[in-house]
């Protein structure tokens, strides 16, 4: 028996992140936010001015970084010891993150980064394809979704409490482009790994989505 690792997927803005945060935090397990894996590299490439389609460029900054995150209050990510937690949500960042996770080479050098993260006692591992390509054999698998509109109203929401001038046609338009487009990419697309708990947490507050994958993995 090795380490476990629970797999939560399913396509931005379903609430992943705030419920592998909290079951690491109840499980005392590590935590792996796979898009902030390719967020910190589009922040990386960002800072050394270096274009999305520089695929040689991008794949040695990427073998380079140093990624850290600190789970407590919320999450902190560090990139080569600089927080750059603030910078992560910008659509911008999402933008690329989801362009440069699109090119084969540059998931092969992440793909080992993000497995070094499976250390005792535990690990949960949100992203796209947790439960499908990172952690195939993980013990536990989810796939979390909700409605485009509704994760739409979630995003505007929070980009209004941080005082950050929002549209949500644009910003629903923007999420089902997104989705489209892991959907559809040759490596690695956003699926429901097979033996996956479906949640769909449209109608559903965090409690009710971790208390379902509890139950689900004891």
């Known amino acids: ?7 939560i997927d399913g396509p931005s803005g379903a609430g992943k992140g705030t419920v592998s945060r909290l079951l690491a935090k109840q499980l005392g397990w590590h935590y792996l936010d796979s898009g902030s894996i390719y967020r910190s590299l589009a922040i990386a ?3 050394e001015d270096v274009r999305v389609d520089d695929v040689a460029m991008i794949v040695m900054i990427a073998k380079a970084m140093v990624l850290e995150f600190e789970c407590d ?6 990139l080569d010891k600089e927080d750059i937690t603030a910078q992560l949500g910008l659509e911008s960042t999402g933008n690329a993150a989801s362009i440069i996770a699109a090119l084969p080479e540059v998931r092969e050098v992440l793909l080992q980064k993000q497995q070094d993260f499976r250390q005792a006692p535990g690990l949960v591992a949100d992203g796209r394809d947790m439960g499908t390509v990172v952690f195939p054999n993980a013990e536990k698998k989810v796939f979390l979704t909700a409605s485009s509109e509704k994760r739409a109203e979630r995003r505007y929401k929070q980009l209004k409490e941080k005082g950050i001038d929002a549209n949500l046609t644009s910003l629903t338009k923007e999420i089902e482009e997104r989705d489209r487009r892991d959907r559809e990419r040759a490596t690695a697309p956003l699926r429901m790994a097979s033996g996956a708990l479906f949640i769909d947490s449209s109608d559903m507050t965090i409690d009710a989505v971790i208390n379902k994958v509890l139950d689900f993995i004891q």
């Open 73 to 78: 209050e919320g999450l902190v990510v560090k």
């Open 45 to 47: 490439l960002a800072k």
């Open 1 to 7: 028996m090795g380490i476990p690792v629970l797999a």
